[in-house]
């Protein structure tokens, strides 16, 4: 029997559709040069050429790479009628690992969501700041993370899926309101006692960088908490401001238990990412889950 994979077929497929290794790695949330080596072994296990070597502009298949392209595609049919068949909860669970923000504000709707499209979807969940998840995906922990920065580390992909404001946030005080209404920003506030989150979340990440951009080397940090309701109860007591996730204060700032203030002038906003090892072969449950998140969050964002 030859030794061939579901995802070769699928890699194949998919750039034979697109006529390109760029739209296909794209729609696969792969790298280029992945797709190449799945064609390329594809082709050695068949011993034929598939696809016409030479041709810049488009992928053009050769006569073997149309026929193989026909059966490619009815195995491929097959299997996920065969998969949509099968019994409910027979599908891997997804691990997903996610920081505090998008786990609090993003991922329940996410998730019911993909439930509604997908039943028989199930999950395994890791919370922790962004630097924590990122740290399980290397570890192979979590096989999918929503984060609240990028770092450096190429084995990861990284795939923005929405921009989130950043705050300054207060009490709602007489001497806060009469700040707001002079049309004070939240680079006026600095002076004020902070709380922060710790070093390593998303959000703190992003403050820091706007700090310094600032030229502030030593804000008035009072407190370091790693849950921002505990941040958001303590700006409402008096304890100090905050540079927070305007998606984790929208309810209280309409209820007007807290005051926020935009950044700068211009206003500041940090990227929401959803990461996965380079070289993972993600399944078809997890590339729905992809998909999904990329395509549903803009529309959850707006509803805030």
Known sequence: ?????????????????????TRAAEDLHLTQSTVSMHIRTLEEVLHACLIERGARKKVILTEEGKRV???????LSRMEALQDHG???????????????????????LLSGFLKKYPQARYILRRGDSEHVLDCIQKGEVRIGLVGYKNADRSLIFQEIARDRLVLITENSEAFRS??????????????PMIAREASSGTQHAADLFLQRLG???????????NPESIKTSVAEGVGVSIVSDLA???EVRSG??????????SEERKLYIVWPKDALLTTAELRFVQHVKTQTGAILSSK
């Open 1 to 21: 029997m030859l030794d061939i994979s579901v995802r070769q077929l699928e890699v194949f497929v998919a750039t034979a559709e697109y006529c390109s290794f």
């Open 69 to 75: 392209y026909s059966i490619a595609k009815d195995i």
């Open 87 to 109: 019994a409910e909860g027979a599908e891997e669970p997804i691990r997903i690992g996610t920081s505090t923000v998008p786990a609090q504000y993003l991922l329940p709707k």
């Open 179 to 192: 700040m707001q209404a002079a049309g004070k920003n939240g680079q006026d506030l600095l002076g004020f």
């Open 216 to 226: 502030v080397k030593a804000p008035n940090i009072v407190a370091r908490m790693d």
């Open 249 to 251: 204060v929208s309810a």
């Open 257 to 266: 238990k807290l005051l926020a203030f935009p950044f700068t002038p211009r």
